[in-house]
């Protein structure tokens, strides 16, 4: 009878040491949500075996439970820090202010060739985009490569790994600023406007140059440091 109680109580030991183990590797997993932010998300089961662990395990096992103990308040310091970290710096993607929009959610118009009228005009633009016209926005995606890479007072911007018919925005940027190209996805804060010199499916303007539908006007550009608002597969370039 005592051995098999002993057994039980053996067992049960290594159960819980089983458990606080699964809770270390979920922490030391956790530790990468400060560069993927959603990796922050194992810190919770990682609580929750350590919170176990410590009510099941008896008072004069002080140091599984003092171990158990400093897993759980390591998973919620690292869940809470690292939350703030990453809503510090998206914040600082975008200009105080400025109205956050999800370029893919917002500007999918599908194949050009919708609008062939010789100007555009506010009625033939979906609703939500109208919304949106002369308001100070912010929006995450890719430049498409120029020809020319630095020195840039313009550019053409896409969303992530998609071509031009799933929508693009010409971005002006602010006076006395010039930009230089990068491959990495940007936030752009700029005040939105239709193009004047938009014409007809084939995106040219009476000159024979190329024109988006729309343009961010007074524009300043910010590198995208977090994955919110891009793809649903964010990578780290485009």
Partial sequence: MVDSIQSSNRVRRLGLLALLTIAIIFVLVALLGLIFPYSLALAIPAMGCALWVWKSTSQTNRAVRF?????????????????????????????????????????????????TAKSLSLTEIPAGIQLLIDQNICVKGCAFPPSRRSGMTQFVMLQESKPFRYGSIEVVLR????????????????????NPEYRSFRFLTDDGRFACKYLLIDAVVRPATTPFGLSKRPRSSC
């Fill in 67 to 115: 171990a158990a103990l400093a897993v759980g308040l390591s998973g919620g310091i690292l869940f809470i820090g690292g939350g703030f970290w990453h809503f510090v710096r998206y914040q600082a993607e975008a200009s105080p202010g400025y109205l956050r929009v999800n370029f893919d959610e917002t500007f999918r118009e599908g194949r050009f060739g919708e609008i």
């Fill in 175 to 194: 006076k006395g600023q010039q930009w230089s190209w990068t491959r990495d996805p940007v936030a752009v804060s700029g005040k939105l406007i239709l």
